[in-house]
Every structure is written in structure tokens, then in C-alpha cells.
């Protein structure tokens, strides 16, 4: 069975292919926005400690039962159980996750149609094509449409060439290009007047927020979202890991890349922000809040680059084609959960899987376009602030509790036959059992009765 399934070739091919899925448009939309409304520096305090101590250790969870499993999640968490109920559970969990991540992928298809769109309406600009430019700026129904097709078509065309000439091959293409991408763009705008300011907010906490629980769930919600983790698509990736290598210190690289990516959007986009204000572009409500969280850098973005000449015309072509990018290794990332899950479990070839599924997402989103007030928030909120924090949970439980623990150090060892001896298997195992599980589900109280 294992031998039929997709492996990727390389650490290095993993590596890119987990970090590709991790980092997306949560880094470089969510992450800075969050950071933008819940006190600058100090969100980035919560959300660094949250992503290092809860994030990486649930992460850790997945890759190693994916691993251990080489199968989806309803398959390896069934794998693992140790009875009827848990068994059931198991694939209670597992089917969950496969649909949370389709609808995730339902409203993440047309956020990123948007990138797709703006970055070609400055191409259409900057060749003089000014209305198609206009049209491609505008938030139409039509525009918002074709788009979300677009991308889902893209998704669609990767995900069918599978683990190694799909995911692998186009993640490790694409992500250099994104940082590289970042980096000037960072470069670029720390040069412009105004960002000192924005540095500012960023890196100087204002202590009275830090333990708020608003700025605390918010973050934890970040640090998930931004991870991939509670829906088994870092499982599925697990499974696709060879029993050589050292999953902790695989999902070790998976977690530094994704939090300095998240971390270097910030140098980006709250600087962008100020320098953006400093040009007469209005980024505040009276009351001091940001004008519409959400929609912030699809409006306040494409106006500073307005106000920027060609430079500004360079830059949004750059920068939404970045966005773009990242959201395509993010994309290709959810699909293979319920992909993964239908080829196995049900004996469907890849294509007519992708072929199928793909479609259906692709029903989904424009169900939620033509409903967008009343759904979309919706969609996000279920998905992002409730089931995957709980789904989070249930993963820690079954590699915690139902798990033995001798099975999970065996699963170490097959990377790293010393795996006993390390500070990882002295602090996790307690860790995952008690730590994740009692934090995770405190501050998802906390969200739900606040
Ligand atoms: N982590 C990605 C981002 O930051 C999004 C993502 C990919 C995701 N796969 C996921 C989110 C699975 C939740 C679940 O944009």
C-alpha cells in the first residue's frame, strides 16, 4: 500500500513543500493585519511565543502520526486508535478535517483570485490597457468570479500531477521566487518616508494589550492558520515524509520559515501602512481603529502604489504576483487533504478525485461570492476560529493519550535512532498530552463565551 502512495524525494523537496503550504496569504495578509489592529508589537510578542510553543509541538503531532501511518487522516488516526470508540472518533475527526479544509480552500480561492486580478490590472496599467486595468481593480461579481475559477484551475492542474511532479516540483520553484520577491520589496519600502513610523508601532510593544484575550486568541488563531495545522493537511504531508529522516528537526525548518516569513510580511505591510498615511492616504477611523480590517491591504496597498508613480506600478505587479504565489503553495496544500482521502479510502484515480472535488470547491465559492456579506465571514470564522483550534485538540489527544507512547518513540527513531536521548522527547510527549490540549481549549472557551 505505502509503496503505491507519493513520497516526496528530498528533505529538501518536504522542506519546500510544507513551507509552501504554511506560508501564505495568513503570512502576508493575515499575520500583518492582525498585528496592525491588536497593538503592533505587541501581537507579535503573543504570536511568536504561541507559534513556538503550541503551534510547533501540534504540528508535530501531525507529522508524526502521518508519518507513522503513511496514510490520510482518517485512515492514521484510525490506525493509531486503540478501540471502537476512539476508531470512530478517529474518523469523525478525519472527515471533519477533510471538510474544513475544503471549505478553507472555498474562501481562500477567491481572496486569492483578488491577488491574481490586482497584480494583472497593473500589468493592464502599465501597458496602457487603462480600462481592462479598472476593471480587473474593481471588486465585481463578474471579475471576482473568473478569478476564483482561475486559481482554482490552477490548484486543480498542480494537485493532479501529484506528490513529487505537483506539489514538490512547483513548491520548490515557487517559494525562492516569493522570498526573494519579499525581500526587495521590504528593502524598497523601508526606504520610503513614512515607515519609520510604521517600524515603530511593529517592534515597540505596548505592554497594557499583551494579555488581553482578545490579542491572545487572535494570535493563537494566527499561529494556527498560518501553520496549516488542525484540518490534516501537515499530516497528509507527514505521510508523504520517508522513514529517514528526522521529523523534529524537519518540522523544526518548517516552523522557523514560516514564522520569519510571517515576521518579515510585517516589515512590509505595517510600514507600507504608514508610509501610506503619510501620503495623504487615510488608514484610521476617527476613533483610532483601522478602517476595515479585512480589506485593508486591497485598499489601502493599491492606493499607495497610486501614489507612487511607476515605482508603484513595479512594486503592486510585484507584490501581488508574491501574494499570489504564496497563496497557490497554500492552495495546492488544502486540496490534497480530501483528495489524499478520496484516493485512498474510496479507490478513485487522482485525476477524476481532483477533477471532482476540485469542482465542487469551486461551486462552494461561487455560492459564497453571490451570498459574500451573509457568508463569507461566516465560512471564515467556522472554520478558522472554531474547528481548527478543536481539530488541533483532537490531534494532540490521539498522539498524547491514545497513542502509545513506546509506538510514537519508535516512529522518532526510524529518523534518528538516538531520538530518546533528545530534549525534544524529554519535553514534547508530556507536552502534547497535557500543555496543547488545556491551553488550546482555555482560550477556545475564552473565544466562545467572549
Ligand atoms: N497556512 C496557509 C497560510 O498561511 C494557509 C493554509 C494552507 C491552511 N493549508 C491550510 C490553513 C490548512 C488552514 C488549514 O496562508
New binding site residues.
Given amino acids: 500500500m505505502a509503496s503505491s502512495r507519493g513520497e516526496f524525494s528530498s528533505r529538501l523537496g518536504f522542506i519546500m513543500a510544507a513551507a509552501g ?11 500583518p493585519t492582525q498585528a496592525a489592529s491588536n497593538g503592533g508589537a505587541a501581537f507579535l510578542l503573543a504570536y511568536l511565543v504561541l507559534a513556538f510553543t503550541l503551534a510547533y509541538p501540534a504540528l508535530m503531532a501531525e507529522l508524526i502520526i502521518g508519518r507513522h501511518a503513511h496514510a490520510n487522516a482518517v485512515g492514521a488516526l484510525r490506525l493509531i486508535s486503540i478501540g471502537p470508540k476512539t476508531r470512530f472518533l478517529g474518523t469523525c475527526s478525519g472527515s471533519i478535517g477533510f471538510i ?2 475544503s471549505l ?1 480552500l472555498s474562501f ?1 480561492a477567491i481572496v486569492a483570485g483578488w491577488m491574481v486580478a490586482l497584480g494583472l490590472s497593473s500589468l493592464a496599467g502599465l501597458v496602457g490597457l487603462s480600462d481592462l486595468s479598472q476593471w480587473l481593480g474593481e471588486f465585481g461579481l463578474v471579475r471576482n468570479i473568473v478569478f476564483m475559477l482561475i486559481f482554482m484551475g490552477l490548484t486543480i492542474g498542480i494537485i493532479t500531477g501529484g506528490v513529487q511532479e505537483g506539489i514538490e516540483r512547483w513548491s520548490t520553484r515557487l517559494m525562492p521566487i516569493l522570498l526573494v520577491a519579499l525581500v526587495l520589496l521590504v528593502a524598497y519600502v523601508l526606504t520610503l518616508d513614512g515607515a519609520g513610523e510604521g517600524l515603530k508601532v511593529y517592534l515597540l510593544p505596548d505592554f497594557d494589550q499583551i494579555f488581553t484575550p482578545k490579542l491572545i486568541i487572535a494570535a493563537l488563531g494566527s499561529a ?8 490534516g ?2 499530516l497528509i504531508y507527514g505521510s508523504y515524509i520517508s522513514d529517514k529522516e528526522n521529523l523534529s528537526v524537519l518540522g523544526g525548518w518548517v516552523t522557523l520559515i ?1 514564522i520569519s516569513i ?1 515576521v518579515l510580511a510585517g516589515f512590509l505591510v505595517l510600514p507600507a501602512m504608514y508610509v501610506a498615511l503619510h501620503n495623504g492616504v487615510e488608514i484610521f477611523t476617527a476613533s483610532g481603529a483601522l478602517i476595515s480590517e479585512d480589506t485593508l491591504i486591497f485598499t489601502v496597498l493599491p492606493e499607495l502604489f497610486a501614489t507612487m508613480g511607476l515605482a508603484g506600478v513595479i512594486v503592486s505587479v510585484v507584490f501581488f504576483v508574491l501574494m499570489s504565489i ?2 497557490l503553495t ?2 495546492i ?2 486540496l490534497e ?1 480530501p483528495v489524499a482521502y478520496t484516493i485512498e479510502e474510496h479507490g478513485v484515480s487522482r485525476r477524476t478525485a481532483v477533477i471532482a472535488i476540485g469542482s465542487a470547491i469551486a461551486v462552494c465559492s461561487t455560492i459564497i461570492l453571490f451570498n459574500f456579506e451573509t457568508l463569507f465571514g461566516l465560512v471564515v470564522a467556522i ?2 476560529r472554531y474547528s ?1 483550534p478543536l481539530l488541533g485538540f483532537v490531534f494532540c489527544m490521539y498522539a498524547g493519550w491514545v497513542w502509545h507512547r513506546d509506538n510514537l518513540l519508535q516512529e522518532l527513531q526510524k529518523g534518528n535512532p538516538g531520538a530518546e536521548h533528545t530534549l525534544f522527547w524529554k519535553i514534547w510527549p508530556w507536552y502534547v498530552r497535557l500543555v496543547c490540549p488545556i491551553i488550546i481549549l482555555t482560550i477556545f472557551v475564552q473565544s466562545v463565551i467572549g
Wanted: hydrophobic share 55%.
Fill in positions: 503550504s504554511a506560508v501564505g496569504l495568513g503570512n502576508i495578509w493575515g499575520f474544513v479544509a478553507i481562500y494556527f492558520f498560518s501553520l496549516s495545522l488542525g484540518v493537511t501537515m514560516d510571517a504564496a497563496a497554500s492552495s496544500s488544502m487533504v472554520t478558522t481548527q
